[in-house]
T-cell receptor, first 110, second 114 residues
Framework: QKEVEQDPGPLSVPEGAIVSLNCTYS??????FMWYRQYSRKGPELLMY????GNKEDGRFTAQVDKSSKYISLFIRDSQPSDSATYLC??????????FGTGTRLQVFP | GAGVSQSPSNKVTEKGKDVELRCDPI?????LYWYRQSLGQGLEFLIY????????KSGLPSDRFSAERTGGSVSTLTIQRTQQEDSAVYLC????????????FGQGTRLTVV
């Protein structure tokens, strides 16, 4: 079993839809949870990170962490075609290496 | 430069040859990572450098892979006797190191072994 599981998709939604992206993990020691966005043939870029459980909002993006269920989510409101990309979750203990999910490919069509 | 720089951006090599991939991290960042991304796959951890500590090499897939980081800055990933299964995008990232929650990635080196 992988440490971090993520549905690879693809996930196809119409413009304006609310998108929900999710990851599950097995190691309860993870404390920091991140979401990266990767456009085709580019390196991943950090969208946001969350420490421990709870919610964090940044514009159209909301990250949720439920440590009791070992489940994290990223919600995108009012999705745009420019949001079409691969979204990768990542997590770490602290000053340790980042462990990534496989990424979910999102397509937002006009 | 302002970001993480990797070179070359593309590399085609013959099976059995050695290759070197270079990463210039953001100035002042103490942590440096190498990841590998195969087509349609997530990021596979290879090696992690943190300051002057011994690197975490637990992700290197075989002894044909090695990496070094000179002077706490530039890093080189070397693959000896390349195989076709080594074909992938090799990504380097750096972070300030205090909390590795903000890793900045380079554009990657696309390696093709023919």
């Amino acid at each position: 079993q992988k440490e971090v599981e993520q549905d690879p998709g693809p996930l196809s939604v119409p413009e304006g839809a609310i998108v929900s992206l999710n990851c599950t993990y097995s190691n309860s020691a993870f404390q920091y949870f991140m979401w990266y966005r990767q456009y085709s043939r580019k390196g991943p870029e950090l969208l946001m990170y969350t420490y421990s459980s709870g919610n964090k909002e940044d514009g159209r993006f909301t990250a949720q962490v439920d440590k009791s269920s070992k489940y994290i989510s990223l919600f995108i409101r009012d999705s745009q075609p420019s949001d079409s990309a691969t979204y990768l979750c990542a997590m770490t203990f602290n000053t340790d290496k980042l462990i990534f999910g496989t990424g979910t490919r999102l397509q937002v069509f006009p | 430069g302002a970001g993480v720089s990797q070179s070359p951006s593309n590399k085609v090599t013959e099976k059995g040859k050695d290759v070197e991939l270079r990463c210039d991290p953001i100035s002042g960042h103490t942590a440096l990572y190498w990841y590998r991304q195969s087509l349609g796959q997530g990021l596979e951890f290879l090696i992690y450098f943190q300051g002057n500590s011994a690197p975490d090499k637990s992700g290197l897939p075989s002894d044909r892979f090695s990496a070094e980081r000179t002077g706490g800055s530039v890093s080189t990933l070397t693959i000896q006797r390349t195989q076709q299964e080594d074909s992938a995008v090799y990504l380097c990232a750096s972070s300030p190191g205090t909390l590795n929650t903000e890793a900045f990635f380079g554009q990657g080196t696309r390696l093709t072994v023919v």
